[in-house]
């Protein structure tokens, strides 16, 4: 059974930083993408960021820059590095694993992901 549960969420204000974690088990899959999805109020679930097991990654426009995604394979969990954030990025953020290779056009694609955690608030205030 495969099982995320993000923490890492909260409360900030504008220009703060968070780090989300996502600690993946279950999930033994040697080629695979992971990506941060987030949703915000009266908003679609859009891609934010993802990687892959060669470790390459895609970003958002909105947050190349300031957001980074990274994994510890010994720990088998995601992270997301939130910098500079603004009062845009509130959202409710999910992690999500597929397993398999995909084009780099789709890993921001909330479709093509198999496994989602429950997700986990930050909130930015200005």
């Known amino acids: 059974q495969v099982q995320l549960v993000e923490s890492g969420g909260g409360s900030v204000q504008a220009g703060g930083s968070l780090r989300l974690s996502c600690p993946v088990s279950?999930?033994?899959?040697?080629?695979?993408?992971m990506g941060w999805f987030r949703q915000g109020p009266g908003k679609e679930r859009e891609g934010v960021a993802a990687i892959d097991s060669d470790d390459n990654t895609n970003y958002a426009d909105s947050v190349k820059g300031r957001f980074t995604i990274s994994k510890d394979n010994t720990k088998n969990t995601l992270y997301l590095q939130m910098n500079s954030l603004k009062p845009e990025d509130t959202a409710m953020y999910y992690c999500?694993?597929?397993?398999?290779?995909?084009?780099?056009?789709?890993?921001?694609?909330?479709?093509?992901?198999?496994?989602w955690g429950q997700g986990t608030q930050v909130t930015v205030s200005s």
């Open positions: 999500a694993a597929m397993w398999g290779r995909i084009g780099s056009r789709y890993r921001l694609e909330s479709q093509v992901y198999n496994y």
């Open positions: 279950g999930f033994t899959y040697s080629s695979y993408c």
